[in-house]
């Protein structure tokens, strides 16, 4: 199951996995994803399983600005993308059939217009 929160480390060095990372932060392995594909000089990885954003926070707290091997590493809380699903205030109505006639009444107000330059 999704948590509602995460948190994104960056700045770590080239090439640590998950168990490397799973050990430093004593966390279990399977809470921590780091992107296979990933490229240029900014390598990072998700810390998921937080339950509240205070846990996440707390997280942030002891652990941003630490070092993993030679790098210091920076540390920031973010909500799951299913969980800004859930959270996201509802769309407003869109009132299709009004806009529709609207367009009809245009176009058929627009028909006997030419389209061009007119001569004088």
């Known amino acids: 199951m999704a948590t509602p929160w995460c948190v ?11 168990d490397e990372l799973a050990n430093k932060f004593s966390v279990h392995p399977d809470t921590i994803d780091v992107p296979r594909t990933q490229s240029g000089p900014n390598y990072y990885a998700w810390v ?15 652990w941003n600005n630490e070092k993993v091997r030679t790098g210091t590493i920076k540390c920031k809380v973010a909500p799951t993308k299913a969980h800004m699903m859930t959270t996201r ?3 407003v109505p869109r009132h299709i059939e009004s806009r529709s006639r609207q367009t009809d009444n245009q176009v058929r107000n627009n028909r006997g217009q030419s389209v061009g330059y007119r001569r004088k």
């Open 8 to 18: 994104k480390i960056t700045c770590l060095p080239h090439g640590c996995d998950n």
């Open 48 to 62: 998921n399983g937080f339950t509240s954003e205070q846990q996440a926070n707390e997280f942030v707290k002891r």
């Open 89 to 91: 205030a509802p769309s």
